[in-house]
């Protein structure tokens, strides 16, 4: 008898077997989700009975349940409005031939311009613990309020191998591919952001903006971490830049960089710093461990609370150089 809810079981005494990352071993319900041949009126409990929409399988969802969603990857899964992950313990995958992708996912999750101006990204996380893994989320939302892809305003999150993506507002300050208040959320192995698309205008558009309450009144980045991810760009401008957070109290205890890079593409224009805060942190630390940045003259500025390891965060470490 299988452990799982699925025919047959997909796991053996606990250790998934729909490859490394792949689907968990659960005591809750797995549904599949296929928007290209998937229908709402389906069971979902197979690819062959799949869902077509995300919207719809996050309504059979129960709360702290460890239920999970896989998203078949051969299908764009559109949304018409933002989905709101308020319930806890929630995995959401996307099924993809090689997991550990940190760009080209091949389950991607999107959303166009819509009407509502409470749709302010693709995805936002309210919940606790909630896993969201090998997915690309992207957003070409053109209404004022649409800011961003993905909003992090939860406890404990986890987001393994996604991509973020923001096509539209390329000249407004303040949007991001990600707007991050979770608390002790984790970010591994990820591409945030994009070499394509060219900031055309001296705003400060970042990968992240960390700037307090854009996930809701008293969310707030607390003891975040990024590890081996890559934050992208394309500056059309000196002011651009990777993270922001408008206020003192953007971070609040730790925001770890580990093993990161920040990657300026090379025919944008040279960024005066990766890392910018509208003044100097008060209540958080951010520490780059092993990280680089290139096409960029510094870090961030002395003084703000930015530190590095060997060398130090300032406007000569941690910077790429031409090799001889």
């Not at 819509?114 to 613990?129: E, F, S, W, Y």
């Not at 406890?155 to 608390?183: I, K």
């Amino acid at each position: 008898m299988g452990l799982t809810n699925f025919p047959n079981g997909v796991s053996s005494f606990g250790i998934p077997v729909i490859g490394s990352g792949g689907v968990p071993a659960t005591k809750g319900n797995v549904f599949f989700v296929d928007y290209g041949s998937g229908n709402d009126n389906n069971k979902g409990k197979s690819p062959a009975r799949a869902f077509k929409t995300l919207a719809y399988a996050y309504t059979q969802c129960v709360t702290n349940n460890f239920d999970v969603i896989c998203l078949i990857g051969s299908t764009t899964h559109t949304l018409t409005s933002m989905l709101t992950v308020a319930i806890n313990r929630l995995t959401i995958i996307g099924l993809d031939g090689s997991p550990g992708r940190r760009y080209g996912q091949a389950a991607k999750v999107t959303i166009g311009t819509t009407t509502d101006a409470l749709d302010i990204g693709a995805i936002k996380n309210t919940g606790v613990r909630n896993v969201f893994q090998n997915i690309k989320f992207s957003s070409s939302n053109a209404k004022t309020e649409g800011l961003y892809t993905v909003v992090e305003a939860g406890e404990y999150a986890q987001y393994n191998n996604c991509e973020m993506y923001l096509s539209s507002q390329l000249t407004v300050t303040g949007a991001a591919e990600l707007a991050c208040n979770g608390d002790s959320a984790e970010f591994n192995n990820c591409f945030i952001g994009s070499t394509i698309a060219l900031l055309s205008t001296a705003v400060i558009r970042a990968c992240v903006n960390l700037s307090q309450e854009l996930g809701g009144t008293g969310k707030n980045a607390v003891d975040v971490s990024f590890r081996n991810c890559i934050f992208a760009r394309k500056a059309g401008h000196v002011n651009n830049n990777f993270v922001y957070g408008a206020e003192a109290k953007s971070v609040k205890r730790m925001l770890l960089f580990e093993d990161c890079t920040f990657w300026n593409n090379i025919l944008g224009s040279t960024m005066a710093e990766a890392i910018e805060f509208g003044a100097d942190l008060t209540d958080g630390s951010v520490l780059l461990k092993n990280c680089v940045a290139l096409n960029v003259t510094g870090i961030a500025s002395t003084g703000q609370g930015v530190y590095g390891t060997a060398p130090a965060a300032s406007a000569t470490g941690n910077l790429a150089v031409a090799q001889t």
